[in-house]
């Protein structure tokens, strides 16, 4: 049987989330109200806007409900504002913004820059077999510490960026000095999954099969 995997659907890329998932073999479906979530066993919280989302979050009553589902032990896949809502502790946060938890992370919103910085890239990350991932890195988010529980699957291969031929102005010496130099842009935490960047638009559903066999589990 399928898995019913629910696509956070306030604001953010929605359509192409409901698109991979059911490449990568799921049933997905659009979740808007507290009722939904007793007919999910998954969801994904998709990239846009964090501090937009978090309001909506509360305007629409499923802020309280899905923070219990995840402390509960929903399965749940942030990508890129996505992560930033799966975070315990956010650098760079609005002052009244707030965070679903559960994922044991600081991350620094806007790390790598502003809209002007996005990038395409590819990373190579745990738990993904068949080569580099594609992905699409807008106003992303990164991890700045992560928990002893957390494991680390994907960094990009410097420290300030993984695309752009300029590195960051804080990317220091270690900048391609190797693996440890790069910057933490995906983690798994049992059933909780984040990535920096969008895997959704680049047309590979690999990330999406990783979550789906994470819900399956
Ligand atoms: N910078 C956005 C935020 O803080 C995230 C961007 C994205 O999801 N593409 O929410």
Known sequence: MKPVIGVLALQGDVREHVAALEVAGARAITVRRPTELAAIDGLVLPGGESTTIDKLLRIFELFDPLRAAIAAGLPVYGSCAGMILLADRVLGATHDQQTLGGLDVTVRRNAFGR??????????????????????????????????????????????????????PDAGPAA???????????????????????????????VHELFVAIVKE
């Open 176 to 206: 391609g000095a190797g693996e440890d130099a790069g910057r933490i842009v995906a983690v798994r935490q049992g059933t909780l999954l984040a990535t920096s960047f969008h895997p959704e638009i680049t047309g590979d559903a690999r």
């Open 115 to 168: 809209q002007v910085d996005s990038f395409e890239s590819s990373v190579e990350m745990a738990g993904v077999p068949g080569g580099p991932v594609p992905a699409a890195f807008i106003r992303a988010p990164w991890v700045e510490e992560a928990g002893p529980g957390v494991q680390v699957l994907a960094r990009t291969r410097h420290r300030g960026a993984s695309g752009p031929a300029v590195p960051a």
